[in-house]
């Protein structure tokens, strides 16, 4: 099993440091024939704007968009979060290039600058049911995106409380979102929707594996749905069970 990590610039390092850790070889990519070796894909934090500017030169954007599609797992943390949603505002003037599959919207710098960046314990049920461990994970939000909507497809994984008089991020580089256009009380901080997974916040900067883990079993589940998905001529099924995949133990 090989995973790439897209290594244009963020915590690449730090991803396939905890890859190591659970036994995987993590692998960098910068070139686009690079992501035909790989199974899986995450897209890590950093500065969004810089990957983006730096993913178009090396015109990557058309071979992500093919892995998207492939059905192969995909994660994005906090700046790839931002690449995989079909839209985003809050972005610099001008813009930027995205992969999309995700159909969420989401807030480029919802929680802030720099010095606003902080740690939460965010509740994670569908993690601690498929990984166990603690009900909380700690999440490490730097400059952090925030999704305001979600498509019915897709999936929340976890939640993040915020004020009903947060102000969001503004300056003059930066177009934003009114307040009032967003009166939830909690705003979505990871989500997953068929191969695709998306946190706000960065587990690679933690010593819990587990959304690594989490996202590596993904792969195995979409193999295990293909295959129940064939049925062989002349064999009923209801009287056969299944033949089952095993899920990889990583410790």
Request: hydrophobic letters at 40%; aromatic letters at 8%.
């Amino acid at each position: 099993m090989a995973v790439g990590v897209l290594a244009l610039q963020g915590s690449f390092n730090e991803h396939i440091a905890v890859l190591r850790r659970l036994g995987v070889k993590g692998v960098e990519i910068r070139k686009p024939e690079q992501l035909q070796d790989v199974s899986y894909l995450i897209i890590p934090g950093g500065e969004s704007t810089t990957m983006a500017k730096l993913a178009e030169y090396h015109n990557l954007f058309p071979a992500l968009r093919e892995f998207v599609k492939t059905g192969k797992p995909v994660w994005g943390t906090c700046a790839g979060l931002i690449f995989l949603a079909d839209k985003a505002i809050g972005q610099k003037t001008g813009g930027q290039e995205l992969v999309g599959g995700l159909d969420c919207t989401v807030h480029r710098n919802y929680f802030g600058s720099q010095i606003q960046s902080f740690e939460a314990d965010l509740l994670v049920p569908e993690l601690v049911s498929k990984e166990g461990g603690p009900e909380t994970f700690r999440g490490v939000f730097i400059r952090a995106p925030a999704v305001l909507e979600v498509g019915p497809g897709v999936d929340v994984l976890a939640e993040y409380p915020v004020s009903s008089t947060n102000v969001l991020y503004s300056s003059s580089a930066v177009q934003i979102q009114e307040e009032n256009a967003v009166p939830e009380k909690k705003v979505v901080v990871a989500v997953k929707q068929g191969n695709l997974l998306g946190t706000a916040f960065h587990p690679e900067l933690t010593a819990d594996t587990r959304w690594h883990s989490y996202f590596l079993k993904m792969g195995s589940e979409a193999q295990e749905e293909a295959s129940s998905s064939i049925v062989p001529v002349g064999v009923d099924l209801s009287f056969n069970e299944k033949a089952r995949i095993d899920l990889p133990i990583y410790q």
